[in-house]
């Protein structure tokens, strides 16, 4: 391998100060998302516990509008970077 492939191969595998926020971003973002996750489907069963018991029984209306919800969530995140 010649000096300018190692070069070119370094330079692609190098997560350099501009990369690096991004990657931080990313791990933030998955670990925000999870935990946030977990605790929506923990509230959920609990509720759901106090209730009687049971799968939850969630309609389609209630899902839309928990996914118009997020979507609002999502494009406000998304303006922030603006």
């Known amino acids: 391998m010649t000096e ?26 998955a670990v925000t998302g999870a935990l946030i996750g977990l605790g929506t489907a923990f509230l959920l069963a609990r509720s759901t516990d106090e209730r009687g018991g049971g799968p ?13 919800g997020i979507i609002g969530l999502v494009r406000g995140i998304a303006s922030l970077g603006n």
Do not use: C, F, H
Not at 4 to 29: A, F, Q, V
Not at 56 to 68: E, I, M, R, S
């Open 4 to 29: 300018m492939e190692m070069n070119t191969n370094s330079r692609e595998l190098d997560l350099g100060p501009d990369d690096s926020w991004k990657t931080k971003t990313y791990i933030i973002g």
């Open 56 to 68: 939850p029984q969630v309609t389609t209306g209630d899902a839309l509008k928990v996914g118009v």
